[in-house]
């Protein structure tokens, strides 16, 4: 799944290590936004614990499922 977790303040890069494989990026007024793939829900539900952990106040959450690519079904499996 992909997600979008913004947050107030900027954060320092040294804070990368808290945040698994999520970029963390500075965007105008102050906000940080912390995106990337995260394996499941599980994964998700950590980076949001560590977020409040660490004290740092949630604006916004955003996640969309990766499509995956399966096999066509043509009708002809045979069961």
Same mark, same amino acid.
């Given at each position: 799944?992909?997600?979008? !977790? %913004?947050?107030?303040? &900027?954060?320092?890069? /040294?804070?990368?290590m808290w945040?698994?494989? +999520? &970029? !963390?990026? &500075? $965007?105008?007024?102050?906000?940080? @936004? +912390? /995106?990337?793939?995260?394996?499941?829900?599980?994964? +998700?539900?950590?980076?949001l614990l =560590?977020? %409040? %952990?660490?004290?740092l106040r +949630? @604006? /916004? @959450?955003? =996640?969309? $499922?990766?499509? %995956?690519?399966? $096999?066509?079904?043509?009708?002809? /499996?045979? @069961?």
């Amino acid at each position: 799944m992909h997600c979008r !977790i %913004r947050i107030t303040q &900027h954060l320092d890069p /040294s804070w990368q290590m808290w945040f698994e494989d +999520l &970029h !963390i990026t &500075h $965007e105008p007024g102050g906000t940080t @936004l +912390l /995106s990337g793939a995260l394996p499941d829900q599980a994964a +998700l539900y950590g980076v949001l614990l =560590t977020v %409040r %952990r660490l004290g740092l106040r +949630l @604006l /916004s @959450l955003e =996640t969309n $499922e990766t499509l %995956r690519t399966e $096999e066509p079904d043509d009708g002809s /499996s045979a @069961l």
